[in-house]
């Protein structure tokens, strides 16, 4: 390298015995597992030539690779700001070494020079100059150049994703209940994360409302974001323990704390089997009201998961899926093909397709040529997107409304924010079926219904008009809370600040929610707020009767309604509502809830 560290970092704990870290616990339970440190290796890739018109473009590639690179490496040192000095230091010494290995270094200009001299695309020249430098390190007898082989691979992985912009890797060739430690994992990566073999995961950066952490709660993996000092600590193999629950990630733990978690995971594993046993139970309150306790689903994958924890329909199925790792566009007949699966799978039960909400974190990898723009949450996202690219809606209802033919549906249109958004789909819905007809394709008869999703706080605030153009509303909480407090809901360093209990949010919930009432049409609320039991008496006194969630969430949330007054909890909705201050809700809210668990003791 051109220039060496300021001095001998410190060797991280890696290796050193147990060490514990605290983040977000996002999905519950507890993992147990060898880790697998993700992003850290050099992916292995089929070299690839270019021409000799394409070498400066390659270069050019390369320079983004390196300036997107050097931009995550400052991002990593920011997050470090928060841990204590001594950790900071060490980290920050890490994370310097790599922004040197980006900066004029061997490794940069011999990445130049392969791509002219070899042809060679970016990615293969990359690969092949870390592989030789770290070569040439390791062969040399020096102690200070041994430790910077793994830098040199670890830089040569972060530039070979980023020039690939592929997901890290189909976590292949696993150890079965491997846990997972990267500093990034995206909603992507978990789409093809197998439960079956992954234990859990636990990453450094991703807020509790993220699609990473509602992924992982959908394949009910444990998982803890949010670990700022975990760049460097862990190695490959060493033993690690996801506590889902507590936000807690250990490392090599000691023999006692092992057992200690081990009779935890028993314990929480007791639990579990027990609340499924309301599966089969009713969801209806100690006064007699009926409550719909859907599944979001995310995955086809999770339709046994949504049937064996009784969930009474989809109330949200985030189509997302099928547009992620990939590089093309799936057709309408494919799209057909796997939303059948799914309606079928549900026997009869009514299945909430949205669709498409890509944009924002959710870049489907299969629309390449999408660009974040200079703020993604607020850009061409969801159904902005789809009417933009009126071929993308129309192959997606085709979709739909075939698959309507095989079991009840509704239609769910993603961050609406007018009116004529409503009316543009319900035109575009008539469309496609008058076209499917007259080629004498089977749809569902009705049309299905067509709903919005409340989530931008403009919607909120207009739902008395949308209710007029709409069959049902869905409230997405995840997105209102982050929209109406200014909070990304991925981020985090601003997660604490993160909170559906702000008067402003419960009073756009409670607009919508008696906008639908006034106009006769159902609301659901199919946001995270809607699994977490801690809300369910308080949405109940604001007139919902419909919740949406992560399969594993239902059994949690239908022992509250269980265990509930409907009358009594309108009256103490009543009284929140009247409140201001965040901390008094909250005081309230949880009060109430521990009345409600003393009550059933
Ligand atoms: C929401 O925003 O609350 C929601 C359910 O949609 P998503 O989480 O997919 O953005
Ligand atoms: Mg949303």
New binding site residues.
Partial sequence: MSTRAPRTRAKRSAGEGQAVFKGLGVAPGIAIGPAHVHGAELPALADCGVAPDQVEGERQRFRTAVEASKKQLTKLKQKTAGLPPAAAEELGYLLDAHVQMLSQSRLVRGVEKRIGENLVAAETAVRAEAEAIAEAFEAMDDSYLAQRVQDVREVGARLVRNLTQTPWGAFKNLPEGAVIVAEEITPADTAVMDPDVVGGFATVTGGA?G?TA?MARALGLPAVLGVADLVGAIRTGDTVIVDGNEGRVVARPTAATLERYERRRLEYEKEERQLARLAKLPSVSRDGVDFQLGA?LELPREVGQALAAGASSIG?L?S?FMFMNRADIPDEEEQYTQLAEIVKGMAGRVVTV?TL?VG?E?LASALGDLSPGPNPALGLR?IRLSLARPELLDAQLAAILRAGAHGPLRILV??VATVDEMKEVRDAVGRVARRLVRKGIAIADPLPPLGA?I?IPAAALAADALARVCDFL?????????YALAID?GDEQVAHLYNPLHPAVLRLIQFTAEAALRNRIPVS????IAGDPRYTALLAGLGIREL?MAPIKIPRVKNRVRGLDVQNATARARTVMEQWDTKAIAALVDEYNDSLVRAKE
């Fill in positions: 409302e699609h509602i979001n949200l985030r997302e949205r909400d924002g959710k969801a993603p961050m999703m989530e869905a409230l997405g909480t995840n997105d209102l809370t982050m809901r609320i199919c946001g995270e949406s």
